[in-house]
C-alpha cells in the first residue's frame, strides 16, 4: 500500500514543537503527499504557524490533558481515530518518555506492530527502516509488513529539520476514546532541573564524565571544561543513575542524542547504550585509563590515562591561552 | 489481577528478560537475522533493580510475595534463579519455539496473559532490555491489562492502595501518583540490588517455576511487523590516534581542539 498520508506525533514545550518533532514532519514531507500532526496540551493552537511551516497541513488536536500524562489519552484518540477509517497510512513518533508512552499503548490498543529505534525511513510503496544494533556497530535495513498503519518509533537527529516555508496548519478537534482506567495516573508536581550554558542536543561542544571521574564531586571538572569550550555538559546513565548528575544531562539510548563538532568522553568506557547517542558526532576525543574500552574504538583521538590528570591539566592549558 | 481496595499484602510481578551476556560477542542467526540466543542466557542487569525494588516494596507492606514472568527460549531458566535468589518466590516462564522473533505487542500479549494468572497489585519492569532496546513492551503490556503505568521511575513508594513516583522528564522528574493496580517502569537509579546470598541460591534450586506455551496463555503467534532484508556494516569511523598519556595528554587535546578552530 502507498504511503498517502502520514502523522507525526507532535510533543512541544512551553518553547514551542520540539526539534524532534520539526525532524519528523520533514522526514514525512518525503515520504507522502499529506503530513498532519497530532499534538495535545493547551498551546496547539499557538503551534499551529510553526507545524504548518514544516509541512503539517493539519494539526488534530487532543485539548487540554490537565494533569494526566499523554500515553493514555493520545494513543486512545489516534487509536479511535484509525477505528473510524480516518487515521493515516504510518505513524511517527519521537523516541522520548512521552513518545514510547504513546506508541507502546496505541500498538496494544490498535492491535498495530510498533517498530522502535528507528534511524533511517526510505518511502516507495512500503516503508522501509533502518535500526543501529550492537551500539550502531550494524545497521538493520527492515521491510515494513503489518497492518497499516504502520507505527514508527524514530531516534533523536535521524533528520534534519527543515522549513517547508508552508502556511499555518488548519486546526481540527481529535476526541479521546474510552480510557478506563488506563488514564488513573497523575502528575502531582513538575520539576525542572536548571541549565545553564548552550543546550545538550545543540552545543558545538560536549564534554561528557562518566564513572571513571570517580565520585559525583571531580564532575565540577566537567563543568568547568565545557564552559571553557563554550559547550555543554553531558554524562554516561552510570552517573545519572548514581544520582551525581541530573537526569538532563544524560546521553545515550534513554537520554539525548548528540552531534556536536566535538564530543570529549571523560572517564566514560563505551558502553552500547551511551555509544548510540553519540556516535554520530563528527570528532570524539576520549579519555581512559583502561586502554582496552570501547570508547576508543570511536575515537579519533585517544589518550589512555587518569582523568584526574589529564583533565586538570586540559582546563590549565586552556585558561592559560 | 487484585482489585483496586486498600492493599495488605503486597503482591508484585516483575516481569524480567534472560538475555545473552552483554558482556560476551554478540551475534544475529545466519537465516533469521534475529539475535543468537542459543548460548547461557543470564538477567539482564537492567532488571536487577526491579527485583529490588519490588522485594522492598513487599518487605515495606510487611508481607506479599514477588513473581516473576519472563518469556525465554528452551525452557531458560538460569537469569529466573538469580533473582529467585535474591528472594523473589515463585516464577511463570513462558517457552515456546513458536515464539522465536516474537515481536514486542505479541511479548507483551504473553506476558499480560501470565500476568492475569496472578494476584498482582504492582506490576515492575525495566525501562527496557539491555539487548533490545526497544523499551515499549511494559507500557503494552499496561493497555492490554486496562491498567495506568508510569514509566522511567527513579523512585517507587506504595501507601495505602496507590503508588508514588519519581519520574524522569525530558528537563527533570515529575512526581506522579497512580491507583493500583498499576505498571511502573524502573530506571537503574531506583534502589541497589542486593547480591543473592549462598542461603538464598540455594532456596531458589527448589523454588516453583511454571512453565507455560503461548497456546496455554492462547495467545497467537508470527505477528511481526517487519521483515529484514539486510544487516549490513555501519559506515565505520577512520581509525584514530590512540596513545598513553605521557604528560603531553592535554596538549594533544589542545592541539586537536585548535585544528577544528575551536580554540
Known sequence: ?321 | MASSAYIELMNVVVCVKQIPDPAAPQSLEPGTNTLDRSGKLILDDSDAYGVEMALQLAEQAGGGEVTLVSMAPNDETSGLRTALAMGAASAILISDPALKGADALTTAKVLAAAIKRTNADLIIAATESSDGYTGTTPVQVAELLGLPSITFAKSVSVDGSSVKVERQTESGYDDVTSPLPAVVTVTAGVVEPRYPSFKGIMAAKSKPVEILTAADLGVTTGQTGQEITSVVEAEARAAGEIVVDEGDGAQRIVSFLEALKLV
Not at chain 1, 535495513?141 to 508552508?166: D, H, L, W, Y
Not at chain 1, 546521553?251 to 563538532?261: E, F, I, L
Open chain 1, 1 to 321: 500500500m502507498a504511503i498517502d498520508k502520514i502523522w507525526v506525533v507532535a510533543e512541544a514545550t512551553e518553547a514551542g514543537p520540539t526539534t524532534i518533532t520539526l525532524e519528523l514532519l520533514t522526514a514525512a514531507r518525503g515520504l507522502a503527499s499529506t503530513v498532519e500532526a497530532v499534538a495535545w496540551g493547551t498551546t496547539t493552537a499557538a503551534n499551529a504557524a510553526v507545524l504548518g511551516e514544516y509541512g503539517a497541513s493539519t494539526v488534530h488536536d487532543i485539548g487540554d490533558i490537565g494533569d494526566a500524562l499523554p500515553g493514555a489519552p493520545v494513543a486512545s484518540a489516534i487509536a479511535a481515530a484509525i477505528a473510524s477509517g480516518a487515521g493515516p497510512t504510518a505513524i511517527l513518533v519521537p523516541t522520548s518518555y512521552d513518545g514510547r508512552d504513546i506508541a507502546g499503548r496505541l500498538s496494544a490498543r490498535a492491535d498495530l506492530p510498533v517498530l522502535t529505534n528507528i534511524t533511517g525511513l526510505v518511502g516507495g510503496d512500503e516503508l522501509t527502516t533502518q535500526h543501529p544494533i550492537f551500539g550502531g556497530a550494524q545497521i538493520v535495513n527492515a521491510r515494513f509488513t503489518g497492518q497499516a498503519p504502520g507505527i514508527f518509533v524514530v531516534r533523536a537527529k535521524s533528520f534534519a529539520a527543515e522549513s517547508a516555508g508552508g502556511a499555518p496548519a488548519a486546526v481540527s478537534p481529535l476526541a479521546v476514546g474510552d480510557l478506563g482506567a488506563t488514564n488513573a495516573a497523575a502528575v502531582v508536581t513538575r520539576h525542572i532541573e536548571e541549565r545553564t550554558g548552550p543546550k545538550l542536543d545543540e552545543a558545538p561542544v560536549v564534554v561528557s564524565g562518566g564513572r571513571g571521574l570517580g565520585e559525583a564531586a571531580n564532575y565540577s571538572l566537567i563543568e568547568e571544561l565545557a564552559k571553557l569550550l563554550n559547550g555543554a555538559a553531558g554524562a554516561s546513565r552510570a552517573i545519572v543513575d548514581a544520582g551525581w548528575v541530573p537526569y538532563s544531562h544524560q546521553v545515550g539510548q534513554t537520554g539525548k542524542t548528540v552531534k556536536p563538532t566535538v564530543y570529549l568522553a571523560c572517564g566514560i568506557s563505551g558502553a552500547t547504550q551511551h555509544m548510540v547517542g553519540m556516535k554520530g558526532s563528527k570528532n570524539i576525543i576520549a579519555i581512559n585509563k583502561d586502554q582496552d574500552a570501547p570508547i576508543f574504538g570511536v575515537a579519533d583521538l585517544g589518550i589512555v590515562g587518569d582523568v584526574h590528570k589529564v583533565v586538570p591539566a586540559l582546563i590549565e592549558a586552556l585558561k592559560a591561552r
